[in-house]
Nanobody, 120 residues
Framework: QVLLVESAGGLVQSGGSLRLSCAASGLSFSSYTMVWFRQAPGKERELAASISWTGSTTYADSVKGRFTISRDNAKKTVYLQMLSLKPEDTAVYYC??????????????WGQGTQVTVSS
C-alpha cells in the first residue's frame, strides 16, 4: 500500500518562509514524478510545482522564483521550500506521485493535505 505523509503547514506573515515535506512509502519513489498541488477555498486545484525522476522541475507562473521543489530519493521525500509568501498562497497543499502533467487525474497517489495560511 502506498502512503504519502505530509508535514504540518502553518501560519506565516506575508513575506515569510515555510518548508513542506512529503514522505512516501510503498512505491518505487525514484520512478515517479512528484508534485505539489494547492487548492484555495472556492478555487480549482492548481499544480504549483513538479519534479521528475530525472530532477527536472516545473513551476506555475504564480510561484516561479519564490518556490523550490526538491527530492531526496534515499529518504523517499519531496520538499517544497516557499519564500516571500503572499496572502494569495494561502491554500491546502497536497503532494502527489504520478506520471507527470498538470491534470490531477495523472497522479495515482496523494498526501493528506496540509494548510498553509499567509496573513497580510
Amino acid at each position: 500500500q502506498v502512503l504519502l505523509v505530509e508535514s504540518a503547514g502553518g501560519l506565516v506573515q506575508s513575506g515569510g518562509s515555510l518548508r513542506l515535506s512529503c514522505a512516501a512509502s510503498g512505491l518505487s519513489f525514484s520512478s515517479y514524478t512528484m508534485v505539489w498541488f494547492r487548492q484555495a477555498p472556492g478555487k480549482e486545484r492548481e499544480l504549483a510545482a513538479s519534479i521528475s525522476w530525472t530532477g527536472s522541475t516545473t513551476y506555475a507562473d504564480s510561484v516561479k522564483g519564490r518556490f523550490t521543489i526538491s527530492r531526496d530519493n534515499a529518504k523517499k521525500t519531496v520538499y517544497l521550500q516557499m519564500l516571500s509568501l503572499k496572502p494569495e498562497d494561502t491554500a491546502v497543499y497536497y503532494c502527489a506521485a504520478g506520471r507527470g502533467g498538470v491534470r490531477p487525474a495523472n497522479y495515482d497517489y496523494w498526501g493528506q493535505g496540509t494548510q498553509v495560511t499567509v496573513s497580510s
